[in-house]
């Protein structure tokens, strides 16, 4: 059985040293947690060297959208989030045991919860492996032998699937247009450009949502849904202009910035992104 | 026809695969994905019957991200079945593109109207895209790709219509829960 996950078939520029440290443990077919500390902290869960599981302290877990109304009352939830953006051990623990009870209770399918559990940690993963952490940054990386994530593991996937995955999300965002990234505060049009329009549920509580003080990611929180979808439903709802950007910090484009094309192509940026050296 | 591969797919489950398995290697996926703890991949294994079918890919239409992707029955052997092939990705990527811009035109449209299901018909492939809302954080799409070849498109769609919900939980001698 020879790992297929050797660092030199992985040729990606934003290679992190966390990356790095997976490479290894993949080649060790380790099973624990690796934990990642810093502002992109997070925790990457291992078995047998495959991913299993990445929680960061930036996006929700799958407790998380296990547990978003309706399945908690409003006013709990509200007070929930917050907790659990803080990392609040004792909120964290609660959520997970109740998350957990749900799980056995049967009132989630095993389908659904698993499909959540996927988004959850794909989102994850792009928030704590994704980001280019400067060298100067005090990172440091610690794994855990054994450690196992809370809720049962039924798929793996390799180490150069998670990372190939971080990096097309990195593609699409690097392709946004109408100033919309997770990070930028976004708030309702003062007028709709056109006479009506149609939303769905989810369009409808995230314009809600955008009144000129919350980001994409604070949306994302608030609805539990991943933060990398809250953000395209974002740039979908600009595009129909029912939402604007903050325009705070002008549209500075980064160095990969391409001509505004205002109906995003996932398939443009994975033509791109397969191209990458 | 359907004899054969009820069979084979009955070999397959009872060569047994346990989930220790499943999480060796990409490679033996095809050979371990009926057998599977994994609820999902055990309710997109129903479809696997399917005539002419290439692939099932289970896609979170907001991220573009292939949750998970199954292999048709008797498909190519050289199609593999990775969450991250080229042809997955793309698969993936131009579908939910598709469901994003029928999103903006019904939107736009303000009429009370959703989308039921996409066919793209190729010279070689049709690809299926069918909408599940119930599921995943804000819904998921299944798109199947088949073998025009091997394809009744007409008798395709009523095969999938006789499963009922398409990601309905699925016992081990995969009848529906």
Redesign the interface.
């Known amino acids: ?1 020879t790992p ?1 996950m050797s660092p030199k078939s992985w040729r990606w520029a934003g290679r992190t040293r966390a990356a790095d440290r997976l490479f290894e443990l993949a080649a060790e077919e380790a099973t624990g947690a690796l934990h990642l500390n810093g502002p992109w902290g997070g925790t990457i869960f291992l ?2 060297g ?1 991913i299993d599981y990445v929680e960061s302290v930036l996006t929700p877990g799958v407790e998380a ?1 296990l547990l978003r109304p309706p399945r908690t009352d409003e006013q709990s939830w509200a007070e929930l989030v917050p907790a659990l953006r803080r990392g609040e051990t004792v909120e964290t623990e609660a959520a997970r045991s109740a998350a957990a009870r749900l799980l056995r209770s049967q009132l989630a ?4 919860a ?3 559990r ?2 959850a940690s ?2 994850a993963a792009l928030a704590a492996l994704g980001t280019a952490v400067p060298e100067t940054a005090r990172t440091r990386t610690r794994f855990r032998p054994d450690e196992r994530h809370w809720c049962p593991s ?5 180490v ?2 998670v990372l ?2 971080v990096d ?2 990195k593609a ?1 965002l690097a392709r946004m247009t109408l100033g919309i990234q997770p990070d930028r505060v976004v708030r309702r049009a003062p007028q709709l450009p ?7 549920a ?2 409808w509580n995230v314009a809600r949502a955008a009144d000129g003080s919350r980001t994409a990611q604070d949306i994302a929180w608030q609805l ?3 933060v ?3 953000t ?2 974002i740039h ?1 709802l600009a ?2 202009g029912v939402l604007t950007a903050d325009q705070e910090s002008p549209e500075s484009p980064g160095p990969q910035m391409v001509p505004a094309r205002h ?5 443009r ?3 791109a992104g ?1 191209h990458l050296e | 026809m359907h004899l054969i591969q009820a069979r084979r797919q009955q070999d397959e489950r009872e060569s047994g695969s346990s ?1 220790v398995n ?5 490679t033996d996926v095809r050979i371990s994905s009926v057998a ?6 055990r ?1 997109l294994s129903r479809l696997r019957t399917i005539d002419g079918l290439v692939t099932v890919c ?1 896609v ?1 239409p ?4 292939v ?2 992707i199954v292999v048709g029955a008797d498909a190519d052997p050289a199609v593999a079945g ?3 092939d ?1 042809s997955a ?2 698969v ?3 579908a ?2 598709v469901v ?2 029928i ?2 035109m ?7 109207d ?1 989308l039921e299901d996409v066919t793209i018909a190729l010279g070689r492939r049709y690809h299926l895209i069918v909408p599940q809302r119930e ?4 819904g ?1 799409i299944i798109v199947l790709t088949l073998d025009r070849a091997r394809t009744n498109l007409a008798l395709a769609r009523q095969q999938l219509r006789s499963f009922g919900p398409l ?3 699925v016992d081990d001698a995969g009848h529906v829960a």
Not at chain 2, 22 to 26: A, E, I, K, L, R
Not at chain 2, 106 to 111: A, F, I, N, Q, R
């Open positions: 059985m297929v078995v047998q495959r959208l399918s095993d389908i659904d698993e499909i959540l996927r988004t794909a989102d039924v798929r793996t996937f390799t150069v699937d190939a995955e097309r999300r699409v056109i006479e009506r329009v149609r939303l769905t989810t369009q539990g849904h991943g990398f979808a809250t395209m439903v979908q595009r129909l109906v995003l192509s996932f398939l940026a994975s033509a397969l | 989930s499943s999480v060796t290697s990409d599977d703890t994994d609820a999902v991949r309710a289970l979170e907001d991220s573009a991200q949750l998970e990775a969450v991250t080229p990705v793309t993936a990527a131009g939910s593109d994003q811009v999103g903006l019904t939107s736009s449209l303000g009429e009370p959703e599921v995943g954080a804000d998921v990601l309905a939980s």
